[in-house]
């Protein structure tokens, strides 16, 4: 069953455009890599659907519901979380705070996360709940930041860049989070420069280059294609 | 006695102990990279070494001279280029008027109220953007650039004084992984040319184990070890806070 | 001892008001990140309700009941502004809403007239505490530690809003990063209207509380926004006991200046904000500002190019046709475009700071003023001819620049711009207050150009020479190395400071700079009209030249020019009316809300448009 749908869509930053008819889909519970270079577009592609850009024209369905052009506090209610590049947890509030601000109710079609259920997928949240998120370390950080999101209960979780700017020790226990959560049944689009750890969690891909969708297959499929990588990925 | 000697340098915010005895030398010609975990002090080290934070204890000498209590723009008069994981350029100028500030200010005209900035230094400007590749988009405005670009241009503007040390804040973040093997390879040229120390931070491991000579590891604050780069990959401690098992970077994945 | 207790109390219950008006502007900054400049209205609005409500409702009741009325009734009005005039701009650069609390300002000045009437109101005491209590042998009013009471009730419910609350976490979460907010599913748009009523209705209480003691008059809004300015920058933008504490700090201090040195009271406010800048830039409660966190002027600008040779030919040809005024303009259209031309000077220096620089300065007056009272002082008490005085004119001006702009420089974004409107009430309490010298209300008459330059036309052309030239200095500037150093160090600070240069000493610098350009401009004012008047350094006085270039549009140097000379204008066809203020506030609204590139920006837009038209086909 198809979760999410982009069909088309185009975005533009003020005059500049961004995004030529980018359309892909993603099935419920599979994990999808959207990959490409620094610029490529793949941060304005999560923008666009969680509505924190709003696509000029195409069309972003959801669970079979068109979710274009609805401000972003609807799309996450429609049961999208957002968890940015740059990780922007309130480093003004305590952990728990921070857990707070991302609490939505259960709901039945997604797997339901409480502060408890958290404190257990990523144990050094409880170890400094009372800590400001601005105290935290970077791989602590990147962990709140998907916990606060989880706390929203959503069908869908979008991660801008993961792997971004953290060791790779922190790198690796962030692939183990992300197929804990695939065994949950949340489905889960993952935006990334790094192939060996895209490699690592996502059964398919996606390869973005300049606004427009390049290339689309399997994770194997593009392991058997360095012509691909190579053009598009450079690497 | 090597070029640039730090010793003992610590600071801490509020009781969390952010930098703890670090010491470390550098030589001229010498790419040294500091690696680390986040959190692990990198930043801090770098805005110690480039006078924005000011330690609570400790001494960084260059070619003998206490840098220590220096601000920032003191720093570089001394002959210290600097390079920002963010990239800093001046968005309303145009790439050449980028270089021809530092060029300005190294001349002492910053203040200068007459006369066409743009017309001063404009021939040294354009051979900077030709060693680093980007003579051919000089006269186009700097916002408009690509990321990789703006990072060649900070490269440039960071040679305009003829640095003696340039210290480089995760100088690849946010490119392409050849681009960032790229750009290192040109930064690496430069070094063995002019003779000029660079200590860099750098969270690609495929461009500091290519192209740094030795490697600093932070943790915590603290010097966890010293090295060549095939003695830091090896080391045991490294690889448990911060390498991992190696399958998300270089061949170990692939 | 009793003495001094007496005192401390009378200053804390002065600092009740004061405290509940820089809290709510602090919360409502703290999330919607707008400094609405109509706070002081909305605390006027308070306390004209309340006297309203009072009159109607009686007794104990009746006088608590109307204070919570005046605030319900001020967060009303203040929701409603949020929705109509702030909403749909949201998205525009921080400074056009700016600009546009300044149209509601006006607004409100002239509805509160047409409701209120001119004459300033006093208050009924509060029923139960009109006695005073005799403390250590002083007489202190009751209502004074009713205030005092009041003040702390307030602060200890905020902080249980927002430390022990759902909704304050997330107002607390909003003040930081609000997009994200919004992305973890909270509707932001009802949640900045809540903060906004919630903010106006602290001024409202705020006004409504003191009314026994202060009355409700027009001049309040104005009156209490210095104060409020400097308690915040005090305090810590965003922090509510920040408020609390440079409440306090200021009021008490000010009870004890009154009675050591009356004359002491403003100067001393403005010195405890200079410890406490130099040591605490970001208040004794702020946080650090994010470099480009906000004050930013819009989007990056496209680089200087030198003017093209049609652009020369246009610059000559507007120049041309503005010496031809007196020919064809008549008497009236000479006086008219002197003052355009004036104008246009004064808009352009503050462009060079606001917009070459970055740094938006909400008390570019002082220096218009300071320029225009250095040229009368000169003439009125050392027979100064008019060919010097106005060579000191922006000398003098500098001068304060210089003073004004070591203080200044140290900050950026909002608390530049608090700072600066704070210096120049100082500037304008001073020559209002210091009758001996400068006449306070009543002015300086009688300064007039000399002999030669007598006749207008001759004048005229005087101005236009000498107008023409400082805008054609100030655009020249713009292009040298220290120009460029000053727009370097608006684009980055920090790669500013890394290639070596003094960042803050460029920028003081380019402040007294621009200062004596408007001096400049208010020297050449002073000798049109034959005499000067306190509201040439009024805050009003600051936002004119702020609306002027906001008209014409930030990002381009023509723009300044272009706004001066319609807002010149329009102002003269619309001071005919009675409710002028009224008319201006809902046109800056509107002009705001519609062109959000200002006259310029708009030109550019349509320019590049069909540039981009002939392109693609």
């Not at chain 1, 369905?61 to 309130?90: A, D, L, Q």
């Not at chain 3, 409660?285 to 200087?304: C, I, K, N, T, W």
């Given at each position: 069953?198809?979760?999410?749908?982009?069909?088309?869509?185009?975005?533009?930053?003020?005059?500049?455009?961004?995004?030529?008819?980018?359309?892909?889909?993603?099935g419920?519970?599979?994990?999808?890599?959207?990959?490409?270079?620094?610029?490529?577009?793949?941060?304005?592609?999560?923008?666009?659907?969680?509505?924190?850009?709003?696509p000029?024209?195409?069309?972003?369905?959801?669970?079979?519901?068109?979710?274009?052009?609805?401000?972003?506090?609807?799309?996450?209610?429609?049961?999208?979380?957002?968890?940015?590049?740059?990780?922007?947890?309130?480093?003004?509030l305590?952990?728990?705070?921070?857990?707070?601000?991302?609490?939505?109710?259960?709901r039945?079609?997604?797997?339901?996360?409480?502060?408890?259920?958290?404190?257990?997928?990523?144990?050094?949240?409880?170890?400094?709940?009372?800590?400001?998120?601005?105290?935290?370390?970077?791989?602590e950080?990147?962990?709140?930041?998907?916990?606060?999101?989880?706390?929203?209960?959503?069908?869908m979780?979008?991660?801008?860049?993961?792997?971004?700017?953290?060791?790779?020790?922190?790198?690796?226990?962030?692939?183990?989070?992300?197929?804990?959560?695939?065994?949950?049944?949340?489905?889960?689009?993952?935006?990334?420069?790094?192939?060996?750890?895209?490699?690592?969690?996502?059964?398919?891909?996606?390869?973005?280059?300049?606004?427009?969708?390049?290339?689309?297959?399997t994770?194997?499929?593009?392991?058997?294609?360095?012509?691909?990588?190579?053009?598009?990925?450079?690497? | 006695?090597?070029?640039?000697?730090?010793?003992?340098?610590?600071?801490?915010?509020?009781?969390?102990?952010?930098?703890?005895?670090?010491?470390?030398?550098?030589?001229?010609?010498?790419l040294?990279?500091?690696?680390?975990?986040?959190?692990?002090?990198?930043?801090?080290?770098?805005?110690?070494?480039?006078?924005?934070?000011?330690?609570?204890?400790?001494?960084?000498?260059?070619?003998?001279?206490e840098?220590?209590?220096?601000?920032?723009?003191?720093?570089?008069?001394?002959?210290?280029?600097?390079?920002?994981?963010?990239?800093?350029t001046?968005?309303?100028?145009?790439?050449?008027?980028?270089?021809?500030?530092?060029?300005?200010?190294?001349?002492?005209?910053?203040?200068?109220a007459?006369?066409?900035?743009?017309?001063?230094?404009?021939?040294?400007?354009?051979?900077l953007?030709?060693?680093?590749g980007?003579?051919d988009?000089?006269?186009?405005?700097?916002?408009?650039?690509?990321?990789?670009?703006?990072?060649?241009?900070?490269?440039?503007?960071?040679?305009?004084?003829?640095?003696?040390?340039?210290?480089?804040?995760e100088?690849?973040?946010?490119?392409?992984?050849?681009?960032?093997?790229?750009?290192?390879?040109?930064?690496?040229?430069?070094?063995?040319?002019?003779?000029?120390?660079?200590?860099?931070?750098?969270?690609?491991?495929?461009?500091?184990?290519?192209?740094?000579?030795?490697?600093?590891?932070?943790?915590?604050?603290?010097?966890?070890?010293?090295?060549?780069?095939?003695?830091?990959?090896?080391?045991?401690?490294?690889?448990?806070?911060?390498?991992?098992?190696?399958?998300?970077?270089?061949?170990?994945?692939? | 001892?009793?003495?001094?207790?007496?005192?401390?109390?009378?200053g804390?219950?002065?600092?009740?008001?004061?405290?509940?008006?820089?809290?709510?502007?602090?919360?409502?900054?703290?999330?919607?990140?707008?400094?609405?400049?109509?706070?002081g209205?909305?605390y006027?609005?308070?306390?004209?309700v309340?006297?309203?409500?009072?009159?109607?409702?009686?007794?104990?009741?009746?006088?608590?009941?109307?204070?919570?009325?005046?605030?319900?009734?001020?967060?009303?009005?203040?929701?409603?502004?949020?929705v109509?005039?702030?909403?749909?701009?949201?998205?525009?650069?921080?400074?056009?809403?700016?600009?546009?609390?300044?149209?509601?300002?006006?607004?409100?000045?002239?509805?509160?007239?047409?409701?209120?009437?001119?004459?300033?109101?006093?208050?009924k005491?509060?029923?139960?505490?009109?006695g005073?209590?005799?403390?250590?042998?002083?007489?202190?009013?009751?209502?004074?530690?009713?205030?005092?009471?009041?003040?702390?009730?307030v602060?200890?419910?905020?902080?249980?809003?927002?430390?022990r609350?759902?909704?304050?976490v997330?107002?607390?979460?909003?003040?930081?990063?609000?997009?994200?907010?919004?992305?973890?599913?909270?509707?932001?748009?009802?949640?900045f209207?809540?903060?906004?009523?919630?903010?106006?209705?602290?001024?409202?209480?705020?006004g409504?509380?003191?009314l026994?003691?202060?009355?409700?008059?027009?001049?309040?809004?104005?009156?209490?926004?210095?104060?409020?300015?400097?308690?915040?920058?005090?305090?810590g933008?965003?922090?509510?006991?920040?408020?609390?504490?440079?409440?306090?700090l200021?009021?008490?201090?000010?009870v004890?200046?009154?009675?050591?040195?009356?004359?002491?009271?403003?100067?001393?406010?403005?010195?405890?904000?200079?410890?406490?800048?130099?040591?605490?830039?970001?208040?004794l409660?702020?946080?650090?500002?994010?470099?480009?966190?906000?004050?930013?002027?819009?989007?990056?600008?496209?680089?200087?190019r030198?003017?093209?040779?049609?652009?020369?030919l246009?610059?000559?040809?507007?120049i041309?046709?503005?010496?031809?005024?007196?020919?064809?303009?008549?008497q009236?259209g000479?006086?008219?475009?002197?003052?355009?031309?004036?104008?246009?000077?004064?808009?352009?220096?503050?462009?060079?700071?606001?917009?070459?620089?970055?740094?938006?300065?909400?008390?570019?007056?002082?220096?218009?003023?300071?320029?225009?009272y250095?040229?009368?002082?000169?003439?009125?008490?050392?027979?100064?001819?008019?060919?010097?005085?106005?060579?000191?004119?922006?000398?003098?001006?500098?001068?304060?620049?210089?003073?004004?702009?070591?203080?200044?420089?140290?900050?950026?974004?909002v608390?530049?711009?608090?700072?600066?409107?704070?210096?120049?009430?100082?500037?304008?309490?001073?020559?209002?207050?210091?009758?001996?010298?400068?006449?306070?209300?009543?002015?300086?008459?009688?300064?007039?150009?000399?002999?030669?330059?007598?006749?207008?036309?001759?004048?005229?052309?005087?101005?236009?020479?000498?107008?023409?030239?400082?805008?054609?200095?100030?655009?020249?500037?713009?292009?040298?190395?220290?120009?460029?150093a000053?727009?370097?160090?608006?684009?980055?600070?920090?790669?500013?400071?890394?290639?070596?240069?003094?960042?803050?000493?460029?920028?003081?610098?380019?402040?007294?700079?621009a200062?004596?350009?408007?001096?400049?401009?208010?020297?050449?004012?002073?000798?049109?009209?034959?005499?000067?008047?306190?509201?040439?350094?009024?805050?009003?006085?600051?936002?004119?030249?702020?609306?002027?270039?906001?008209?014409?549009?930030?990002q381009?140097?023509?723009?300044?020019?272009?706004?001066?000379?319609?807002?010149?204008?329009?102002?003269?066809?619309?001071?005919?009316?009675?409710?002028?203020?009224?008319?201006?506030?809902?046109?800056?609204?509107?002009?705001?809300?519609?062109?959000?590139?200002?006259?310029?920006?708009?030109?550019?837009?349509m320019?590049?448009?069909?540039?981009?038209?002939?392109?693609?086909?």
């Open positions: 069953m198809t979760m999410l749908e982009l069909a088309n869509i185009n975005t533009y930053y003020g005059s500049a455009h961004i995004l030529h008819d980018v359309s892909l889909e993603i419920s519970g599979e994990v999808v890599a959207l990959l490409g270079r620094n610029g490529a577009g793949k941060s304005t592609t999560m923008k666009s659907i969680i509505g924190l850009v709003r000029a024209s195409g069309s972003v369905r959801f669970s079979g519901r068109e979710i274009g052009g609805m401000p972003p506090y609807e799309i996450c209610r429609n049961g999208i979380g957002y968890v940015p590049e740059e990780r922007r947890i309130f480093s003004d305590t952990v728990f705070e921070n857990l707070e601000v991302g609490r939505r109710p259960a039945s079609d997604a797997p339901s996360w409480t502060v408890e259920r958290l404190c257990e997928l990523f144990p050094n949240l409880a170890e400094r709940r009372a800590n400001r998120g601005g105290q935290l370390s970077g791989g950080q990147q962990m709140l930041t998907i916990a606060r999101t989880l706390m929203g209960n959503p069908k979780i979008l991660l801008d860049e993961p792997s971004e700017g953290i060791a790779p020790v922190i790198v690796e226990q962030m692939a183990r989070t992300i197929q804990e959560l695939k065994r949950e049944g949340l489905t889960v689009l993952l935006s990334e420069q790094n192939l060996h750890f895209a490699k690592l969690v996502s059964d398919r891909a996606f390869i973005i280059e300049s606004g427009t969708m390049r290339y689309s297959g994770m194997a499929e593009l392991s058997d294609q360095p012509d691909i990588r190579e053009k598009y990925l450079a690497m | 006695m090597s070029f640039l000697q730090v010793r003992n340098l610590a600071k801490s915010f509020g009781g969390v102990q952010a930098v703890a005895d670090v010491s470390f030398d550098l030589g001229k010609g010498e040294l990279a500091l690696i680390g975990p986040n959190g692990a002090g990198k930043s801090t080290c770098f805005n110690l070494l480039y006078g924005n934070l000011r330690p609570d204890s400790g001494s960084v000498k260059l070619d003998g001279l840098l220590i209590g220096l601000k920032p723009r003191r720093i570089w008069r001394h002959g210290v280029g600097r390079t920002f994981q963010i990239t800093a001046y968005g309303s100028m145009s790439v050449v008027e980028n270089v021809q500030m530092a060029l300005i200010s190294d001349a002492g005209q910053s203040i200068r007459y006369g066409r900035a743009s017309n001063l230094h404009r021939d040294k400007a354009l051979s953007l030709d060693l680093v980007m003579a988009q000089a006269d186009r405005a700097t916002n408009v650039l690509a990321y990789g670009d703006l990072k060649r241009l900070e490269l440039a503007i960071a040679l305009a004084h003829d640095p003696k040390l340039m210290l480089m804040d100088p690849t973040a946010g490119m392409a992984p050849r681009e960032r093997l790229a750009l290192m390879a040109l930064t690496a040229n430069i070094v063995a040319d002019r003779g000029v120390a660079v200590l860099f931070t750098e969270h690609d491991m495929d461009v500091v184990f290519e192209h740094a000579h030795r490697a600093l590891v932070l943790n915590r604050g603290k010097l966890l070890a010293e090295g060549s780069v095939d003695e830091v990959r090896a080391n045991a401690a490294v690889q448990e806070v911060y390498l991992g098992g190696g399958t998300t970077f270089g061949e170990g994945g692939a | 001892m009793g003495f001094i207790v007496a005192q401390l109390l009378t804390m219950a002065n600092a009740s008001a004061l405290f509940l008006v820089a809290s709510g502007l602090s919360i409502i900054f703290g999330v919607t990140r707008v400094v609405n400049f109509a706070h209205s909305f006027m609005l308070g306390a004209f309340a006297y309203s409500a009072m009159q109607v409702l009686p007794g104990f009741i009746g006088f608590w009941a109307s204070i919570l009325l005046a605030g319900l009734a001020v967060g009303l009005i203040g929701l409603i502004v949020e109509c005039v702030l909403k749909p701009i949201y998205k525009s650069p921080e400074l056009y809403q700016l600009v546009a609390t300044f149209g509601v300002i006006l607004v409100i000045q002239d509805l509160a007239l047409l409701v209120w009437g001119p004459e300033d109101l006093i208050g005491r509060a029923p139960g505490f009109e005073v209590v005799m403390i250590l042998g002083e007489r202190v009013p009751a209502y004074d530690l009713v205030l005092i009471a009041f003040a702390v009730i602060l200890c419910a905020l902080w249980y809003l927002f430390n609350t759902r909704a304050g997330l107002v607390r979460a909003a003040t930081q990063d609000r997009e994200m907010v919004s992305a973890l599913g909270v509707n932001q748009s009802i949640l209207t809540a903060v906004f009523f919630l903010g106006s209705f602290l001024a409202g209480i705020g409504a509380a003191q026994p003691k202060g009355g409700a008059d027009l001049l309040m809004d104005f009156n209490i926004l210095a104060a409020v300015f400097v308690v915040v920058v005090i305090g933008m965003g922090s509510i006991i920040g408020a609390f504490v440079a409440a306090m200021i009021s008490i201090l000010q004890f200046g009154v009675h050591l040195l009356p004359q002491s009271t403003l100067v001393l406010m403005f010195v405890v904000m200079a410890v406490v800048l130099v040591f605490r830039p970001w208040g409660f702020g946080r650090e500002e994010q470099a480009g966190e906000h004050g930013g002027a819009g989007p990056p600008q496209e680089p200087l030198e003017l093209s040779g049609r652009g020369r246009v610059v000559a040809a507007v041309g046709a503005l010496a031809l005024v007196p020919v064809f303009g008549g009236f000479t006086v008219l475009f002197a003052d355009v031309i004036i104008f246009c000077l004064f808009a352009a220096s503050l462009h060079y700071i606001l917009g070459i620089g970055g740094l938006v300065s909400f008390g570019h007056a002082a220096f218009y003023g300071g320029g225009a250095t040229a009368a002082l000169l003439v009125q008490y050392a027979g100064t001819p008019m060919e010097l005085a106005l060579l000191l004119a922006p000398l003098g001006a500098g001068f304060a620049a210089m003073i004004i702009g070591w203080f200044c420089v140290r900050l950026s974004g608390y530049f711009a608090m700072l600066t409107l704070a210096f120049a009430q100082v500037l304008w309490s001073i020559v209002f207050q210091w009758t001996d010298l400068t006449g306070g209300d009543d002015g300086i008459l009688g300064v007039w150009p000399s002999q030669w330059a007598s006749d207008p036309v001759v004048y005229y052309y005087l101005v236009l020479v000498l107008g023409t030239g400082g805008v054609l200095l100030l655009r020249a500037m713009a292009h040298t190395p220290f120009g460029y000053l727009r370097g160090a608006r684009d980055s600070a920090l790669r500013s400071e890394a290639i070596g240069m003094n960042v803050q000493f460029i920028q003081w610098m380019s402040f007294v700079f200062g004596a350009m408007a001096g400049l401009a208010g020297g050449l004012f002073v000798f049109a009209k034959g005499s000067v008047f306190p509201t040439e350094l009024e805050i009003a006085k600051s936002f004119d030249a702020l609306i002027m270039v906001f008209l014409g549009g930030v381009s140097l023509s723009g300044p020019i272009a706004g001066a000379s319609v807002f010149t204008l329009l102002q003269d066809l619309l001071s005919r009316f009675e409710y002028w203020r009224l008319c201006l506030g809902l046109l800056i609204i509107a002009i705001v809300i519609l062109f959000p590139g200002g006259i310029a920006g708009a030109g550019n837009w320019r590049s448009r069909f540039s981009r038209a002939e392109v693609s086909s």
